[in-house]
Each structure stands twice: as structure tokens, then as C-alpha cells.
């Protein structure tokens, strides 16, 4: 069975850093494509980053030039480093597969960007 343990979120101020891990047991993320999703209150999960064994990562225009997903492929990983953060980047973080998702999600990291 598919794990995905996200964790690294937390409370940041606008321009400010944070970087997200995501473990991964059940696939070896090698031979996927990978992303990081988020959902923001009361709207949808959508697709942040993706990255694919070979392929450059894809962007959302909304996170272009701030993030950088990148995988750790001995660990099983995938990271997301999230740059010059706004207040709009506020949501639950969780990576997954890409297109097909696995179920069970994991439970996500909560990232809030506030003053």
C-alpha cells in the first residue's frame, strides 16, 4: 500500500521560505511522475509542481520562479522549496502521483503565510 507522509509546513511571513518533504513507501517515486497539490479553504485541490523521471519539472504560473520541486530518489522523496511566499500560497500542502493520484492522501502539511 501507498504511503505519502508530508511534513515541513508551518507559519511563515510573506517573502519568507519554507521547505516541504514528502516520503514516500508503496512506489519507488524513480519510475513516477510526482507533485505537490494544495487546497486553500474553500477551493479545490489543484496541482502546484510535478516532476517526471527524464522530464523538467511544470509549474503552475501562480508558483513559476518561486518553487522548486526536486526528488531524493535514494530516499524516496519529494521536496518543494518554496520561495518569496505570499499570502495566496496559504493551504494544505500534500504530494501525490501525477495525473492518477493513489488513495489514501496523506494528511498534508498546513502552510500559512501571514504578518
Known amino acids: 500500500q501507498v504511503q505519502l507522509v508530508e511534513s515541513g509546513g508551518g507559519l511563515v511571513q510573506p517573502g519568507g521560505s519554507l521547505k516541504l518533504s514528502c516520503a514516500v513507501s508503496?512506489?519507488?517515486?524513480?519510475?513516477?511522475?510526482m507533485g505537490w497539490y494544495r487546497q486553500a479553504p474553500g477551493k479545490q485541490r489543484e496541482i502546484v509542481a510535478r516532476?517526471?523521471?527524464?522530464?523538467?519539472?511544470v509549474y503552475a504560473d501562480s508558483v513559476k520562479g518561486r518553487f522548486t520541486i526536486s526528488r531524493d530518489n535514494a530516499k524516496n522523496t519529494v521536496i518543494l522549496q518554496m520561495n518569496s511566499l505570499k499570502p495566496e500560497d496559504t493551504a494544505v500542502y500534500y504530494c501525490?502521483?501525477?495525473?492518477?493520484?493513489?488513495?489514501?492522501w496523506g494528511q498534508g502539511t498546513q502552510v500559512t503565510v501571514s504578518s
Open positions: 508503496g512506489i519507488m517515486i524513480s519510475i513516477k511522475t
Open positions: 501525490n502521483k501525477f495525473p492518477l493520484p493513489v488513495s489514501p
Open positions: 516532476v517526471g523521471p527524464g522530464a523538467a519539472p
